[in-house]
Structures are given as structure tokens and as C-alpha cells.
């Protein structure tokens, strides 16, 4: 089974700190992607890559970055949080694109 | 770009009976429809999906059927059970393109 693994399950962090939200897959999935969850709104994505080192924006990128230095890690930064962007956030991989995904189990981070 | 609407927001069923979740679709390009299931607390797992050269797809108790013409597919759970209760949410994708979701339908099975 694939497995997908975002490193915290929680994260309290202050308006204006630099925030990162790691995720690793262990199946050499080309493909790699971050959604938001919020209730009402479903999943919007944020950023994906398709390659190490390759990074396209979303619906929703503004306030983010990433990062994709190895084919199995895809980061998300939060440049300065801001209570806005209290969320589940949902990394995800897939072998080909346009195929289903494979979720992580989320990160909830609450902005104070 | 794609826009995936989906209906409805909530469901409630008698155990037994059938459910079925709505979802349509913009762009006439897209060609791959997978569900998800998401139990509360847990990450959202593919449940069934089908492609645009199919109209439809069963597995056990959960169909997926797709109407081209009319931009629309939908999910079909057949004698419902406690544990079918979760937030289902239908996606949609070109080849080179990232799944696009519905924003999800609250599912309870009252037993």
C-alpha cells in the first residue's frame, strides 16, 4: 500500500510565523499535490507538482509556497499565517495523472 | 476550469435502503470521475472511479454511472449499513490536470 505520511497531526502556530507542513510518500509517485478541507467547501488545491523540483499553483495559492527537492517529499509553506488560513490541510500523491489519489492523513492547523 | 457541483449536501437513509449522490461537471474534456469516502477523523480513501469510455461501473454494493452528454455522474450505494456514514465527495480530471471536488455530501445511515 502506498502511504502517504504528513509529519504533524496538529499545529497550534501565531499570526506571522513561518509555517511548514511536510508530507512524504513512499511509492515513488510522480505526483504530488495540497489541498485545503474546509467544512461547507469541500477540497481546494492549493499547489501540486508533477516532478522534483517542478511546482504549479492552484485555485488557492496565494499566502503559500512550496517546495519539492526530492521526488518523495513535497512541502508547504505558510510565508506568515494568518488566522484565515486555520485548516485540515490534505497532501496527496498519485502514480499517473489523471488517476486516483492517495490521501496523508491531514494536518489541522489553527492560526492564534 | 473545471467546475464539479454535487448534491446533496446532506443525506440521511434508513439502513437498507439505497443512497444516491449527484454530481455534475463543466468541462466536457474531463474524463476520469473518482469518489472518495471520508470517515469522520480519517483521510479521504477512493472508494470506485470510471473513465469517460464507460457508463458504468459496479463493486459490490457501490455503482458509479456517467452521462456524457449531460455532464453528470453519480453514485449509487445499494442496502446501506451504519458503517456506509461518512462524507462522500466526487471529483473530476483531464489527462494532464489535477482532480477538481465537489464539495461533499454528509451520508448517515440511521439504523
Known amino acids: 500500500d502506498v502511504k502517504v505520511t504528513q509529519s504533524s497531526r496538529y499545529l497550534v502556530k501565531r499570526t506571522g510565523e513561518k509555517v511548514f507542513l511536510e508530507c512524504v510518500q513512499d511509492?515513488?509517485?510522480?505526483?504530488m499535490f495540497w489541498y485545503r478541507q474546509d467544512p461547507g467547501l469541500g477540497l481546494r488545491l492549493i499547489y501540486f507538482?508533477?516532478?522534483?523540483?517542478?511546482?504549479e499553483k492552484g485555485d488557492i495559492p496565494e499566502g503559500y509556497s512550496v517546495s519539492r527537492e526530492k521526488k518523495e517529499r513535497f512541502s508547504l509553506i505558510l510565508e506568515s499565517a494568518s488566522t484565515n488560513q486555520t485548516s485540515m490541510y490534505l497532501c496527496?500523491?498519485?502514480?499517473?495523472?489523471?488517476?486516483?489519489?492517495?490521501f496523508g492523513s491531514g494536518t489541522r492547523l489553527t492560526v492564534v | 476550469g473545471e467546475n464539479v457541483e454535487q448534491h446533496p449536501s446532506t443525506l440521511s437513509v434508513q439502513e437498507g435502503d439505497s443512497a444516491v449522490i449527484k454530481c455534475t461537471y463543466s468541462d466536457s474534456a474531463s474524463n476520469y470521475f473518482p469518489w472518495y469516502k471520508q470517515e469522520l477523523g480519517k483521510r479521504p480513501q477512493l472508494i470506485i472511479d470510471i473513465r469517460s469510455n464507460v457508463g458504468e461501473k459496479k463493486d459490490q454494493r457501490i455503482a458509479v454511472t456517467l452521462n456524457k452528454t449531460a455532464k453528470h455522474f453519480s453514485l449509487h450505494i445499494t442496502e446501506t449499513q451504519p458503517e456506509d456514514s461518512a462524507v462522500y465527495f466526487c471529483a473530476a480530471s483531464m489527462r494532464n490536470t489535477p482532480l477538481v471536488f465537489g464539495k461533499g455530501t454528509r451520508l448517515s445511515v440511521i439504523a
Open positions: 507538482s508533477y516532478d522534483v523540483k517542478m511546482k
Open positions: 511509492m515513488d509517485h510522480e505526483n
Open positions: 496527496a500523491s498519485s502514480l499517473l495523472q489523471g488517476a486516483g489519489y492517495t
